[in-house]
């Protein structure tokens, strides 16, 4: 193992998949934490496509969401629209395979989850208190996660844990303990409109996030000609 891709929150949106995948170039292994589908036109082709390449995924809050209807009851209107229209459209089989998504999964020296180590569903990461939390409970040395579609790098080193965030295309070293959060491939919520997503060089020792732009506009028709909330389509132009 040594260049890993690291993709989350897809969320239904297949173009900015697909432009993900073909600005990656050969990647050894294609990690994913969680929130496949939801809000996104494509749910079913984003999943497929997923389980092509082999990635690796965990769940997130709207996986479990489509495949069962648990959690509902918290989404905002439009992802409790999108979220029960997914459920509609997904075969029984691809809902069986989303609801069989483990929590939790670790490989090597890092455990993926969508929210946190403490909530791996809901919790939104957004201070050290909480990343630091998270990095106590992880039996590996790095945590990745997602859900709150923002790019962050947290680190731990003698005993503090501090936040950055990431600068495009920069390489960071993998050094002291890390909780890093690739940001969203299908609905950024940065200000910024292009997919988000990291590679990870375990040989090189390097995490470096990427940013892909991608055709926004044929997302945008696919949400409205699939008859999701409109707002869900205004959004991905500014990236919010
Ligand atoms: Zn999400």
Not at 16 to 44: M, N, Q
Not at 101 to 120: K, M, W
Request: glycine share 8%; charged share 20%.
């Amino acid at each position: 193992m040594s260049r890993i891709a690291l993709l989350s929150d897809v969320h239904g949106n297949l173009v900015a998949l697909e432009a993900v995948l073909a600005s990656l170039g050969p990647f050894d292994r294609l990690w994913v934490t969680g929130d496949i589908v939801g809000y996104g036109p494509d749910p079913s082709d984003v999943l497929a496509l997923l389980r092509a390449r082999n990635a690796l995924m965990v769940a997130g809050n709207h996986d479990l969401a489509v495949a069962t209807g648990q959690g509902l009851e918290m989404f905002n209107e439009y992802a409790e629209e999108a979220a029960r229209m997914h459920r509609e459209w997904l075969s029984p089989e691809e809902r069986d395979f989303l609801a069989g998504l483990p929590q939790v999964s670790s490989d090597a020296e890092f455990t993926l989850c969508h929210g946190s180590l403490r909530q791996p569903l809901w919790e939104y990461v957004t201070t050290s208190a909480a990343a630091g939390a998270t990095l106590k409970l992880a039996r590996t040395t790095h945590c990745c996660n997602g859900h709150t579609h923002v790019p962050v790098i947290f680190g731990s080193r003698d005993g503090r844990i501090a936040l950055s965030l990431p600068t495009q295309d920069r390489a960071y070293p993998l050094e002291g303990r890390l909780l890093i959060n690739s940001g969203s491939v299908g609905q950024p919520r940065d200000g910024d409109p292009r997919a988000a997503y990291a590679v990870l060089d375990t040989d090189a020792g390097t995490v470096t996030f990427r940013r892909t732009s991608y055709e926004v506009h044929e997302t945008q028709r696919r949400i409205r000609r699939r008859g999701l909330p409109e707002f869900l389509a205004d959004r991905l132009a500014v990236g919010l």
